[in-house]
């Protein structure tokens, strides 16, 4: 009989146990389907990991209980994770800006420190859970061969990018112990973005920095600068993945200002290349494609007039791009949706189901690129250590 069986070393499962190390707990056991812990840590921020954000806001994220997030994450801080990180696990981290990156700036290190600090006899990979009972006072967990604990932890993920192992099994398993309605559906969140616009397939691979801005519905959503990438699908970068967040049902545009002050340089390059056509006298300020689909877009072949550029000018500052859909949870970054935070009680403990705990992405909690997401899946992961530490010595 195991003190713990936690299901996932994944971000949370794997800081769930080191906590638990950290807390002189050593009679636990990881379970994971993989063959090796963190696969989806190791692709974090372009396989730096980008671990947390220094100017965290809270109010960013979504989820069904801001009370119980706010209180976790203030239990855990940001200042807390970074010192755990720095001072238990002895990584060394850097800023860019706000963002926390570990110093080598490879996902690799943060996976190493983690498990590292965990003994390897606690770890069983290639091992699935395909079922959870409960039997009087201890829980039954099916993987491999039986575990039994009185406290387990869920800390499957979510139901993206699947080949890293959170292949959604995980709210299976809790759907057998809590009633269907402690469950949000899920969807994709930080996605990339679908466009049945056929104008703009010939910008596929091109990358602009510019202002975007969501629109659902006529009424402006939110607003992202950075670097914005078209693909043979529509477009992608992480100003896109930011505005994924806010999508509706119904119409949804995202509008580009591909050009922020910078108008002036488009009069002068038409009034110093007069005897140009329009691609080629902007050849120094835009891609030729670009200015094609403009001039197609207002009707005219060659800017002349002040008033057709005016106009050109306009649309580059307003370019529309009709949404048709997203490229889906298996490329999503995160999962929006999944077990209500509202189910558990502030140590992430089911309110019915005394022993089961729930922490990481699972949970219906999805925040922002940035840093946001492994932060819920520290903090939810070092909550849930600390409980079950109280409850058994
Ligand atoms: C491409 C990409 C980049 C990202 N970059 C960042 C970033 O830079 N910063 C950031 O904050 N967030 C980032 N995220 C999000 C972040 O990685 C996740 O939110 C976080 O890893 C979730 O942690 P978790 O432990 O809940 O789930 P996971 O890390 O997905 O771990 C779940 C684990 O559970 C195991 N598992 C699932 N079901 C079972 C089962 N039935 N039996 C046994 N084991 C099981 C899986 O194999 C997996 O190892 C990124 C995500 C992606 C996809």
């Not at 990979?125 to 061969?145: G, L, M, N, Q």
């Not at 550029?309 to 649309?315: A, G, L, N, T």
Request: net charge negative; proline share 2%.
């Amino acid at each position: 009989m195991y003190d713990a069986v936690i299901i996932g070393a994944g971000s949370a499962g794997l800081m769930c146990a080191a906590r638990l190390v950290s807390n002189g707990v050593k009679n636990f056991v990881v379970l994971d389907s993989n063959s090796k812990p963190g696969k989806k840590l190791a692709v974090t921020g372009n396989g730096r990991c980008n671990l947390t954000n220094l100017e965290l806001e809270k109010d960013l994220y979504y989820t069904d209980d801001h009370k119980l997030l706010d209180s976790v994450i203030s239990r855990f801080t940001v200042i807390d994770t970074i010192n755990f990180f720095e001072k238990t696990l002895g990584l060394k981290t850097v800023n860019k800006d706000e963002l926390v990156y570990p110093r080598e700036l490879k996902s690799s290190a943060v996976i190493d420190v983690l498990r590292l600090y965990i003994p390897l006899e606690c770890f069983v990979f290639d091992s699935k859970v395909t079922s959870i009972r409960k039997e009087d006072d201890y829980f039954v967990v099916e993987a491999d061969r039986e575990y039994r604990s009185s406290n387990i932890v869920i800390a499957t993920g979510g139901r993206s990018y699947v080949n890293t192992g959170s292949d959604g099994s995980g709210y299976k398993l809790l759907a057998s112990l809590v009633p269907q309605d402690c469950f949000v559906p899920l969807s994709p969140s930080l996605v990339q973005l679908k466009t049945s616009d056929r104008d703009l397939k010939a910008l596929t691979g091109y990358r602009f920095s510019c202002t975007i801005r969501l629109v659902c519905n006529g009424d402006e959503k939110a607003c992202e600068t950075g670097e914005l990438l078209f693909t043979d699908y529509g477009i992608s970068g992480i100003c896109t993945m930011q505005l994924s967040r806010y999508l509706e049902s119904g119409k949804n545009t995202i509008v580009v200002d591909f050009l922020d002050k910078d108008e002036d340089i488009i009069r002068s390059c038409i009034e110093n290349f007069p005897e140009r056509d329009t691609r080629d006298a902007l050849a120094g300020v835009l891609p030729g494609v670009l200015t094609d689909i403009v001039l197609k877009r207002i009707g005219v072949k060659k800017l002349v007039s002040n008033n057709e550029i005016d106009r050109f000018i306009s649309e580059l500052h307003e370019f529309g791009i009709n949404i048709s859909g997203t490229n889906g949870l298996d490329n999503a970054q995160v999962t929006r949706g999944g077990l209500k935070l509202s189910s558990l009680d502030e140590n992430l403990q089911n309110k019915l189901i005394k022993g089961l705990y729930v922490c990481g992405e699972v949970v219906n909690v999805d925040g922002p690129c940035g840093g946001y997401n492994l932060q819920w899946a520290w903090s939810s992961s070092v909550i849930v250590a600390d409980q079950i530490s109280r409850s058994i010595v």
